[in-house]
Structure formats: C-alpha cells, structure tokens
C-alpha cells in the first residue's frame, strides 16, 4: 500500500518510482495499492500513517513501512525483500 497526498511532486514521484521497481523486480507477482489519503483519511488513520508519502510492505513476511519518494532503489529492494 502506497500512501500519498493527492497530486503533490513528492507523492507522484513515489507512485513512478514504485511502479517502476515492481514492474522491474516483481513482474506479475505483486499487488500495488495507492491510497490517497485526502480522499480515504480513515484508511490512513487506521494504519496510522504520519509521514508521506509512506509504502507499506503487508506481505509477505513481516510488515515493512518505508517513507520518502521511493527514488533509492536498493534502500526501496531491500524494504521490499528483493536481493
């Protein structure tokens, strides 16, 4: 789950960036939703979100939460598992 706020140049770099590591990395085997949280706050309330934009890795394995534009792409594999 990728949480973002609306239009905003840190949160559509975010969105290209993941977007781009999945598709790279994970081709066909990953599920990506993005939440804006201006339209679904109690979504972000519920997973208590207090930065953005923040990616949260649900499964599998443990719950990982990384914050920031996703542009370090090893910092980003290495949250999401990918060796």
Excluded: W
Aim: with cysteine.
């Amino acid at each position: 789950m990728l949480f973002v706020a609306g239009a905003s140049p840190n949160s559509v770099k975010a969105v290209s960036n993941i977007k781009s590591i999945c598709d790279k990395y994970l081709k066909g085997n990953y599920i990506l939703e993005i939440v804006d949280v201006y339209k679904s706050p109690e979504v972000a309330q519920k997973e208590q979100i207090i930065a953005l934009p923040t990616l949260i890795k649900k499964k599998p394995d443990v719950e990982r939460r990384l914050v920031g534009d996703m542009s370090e792409t090893e910092k980003v594999k290495r949250g999401l598992g990918i060796f």
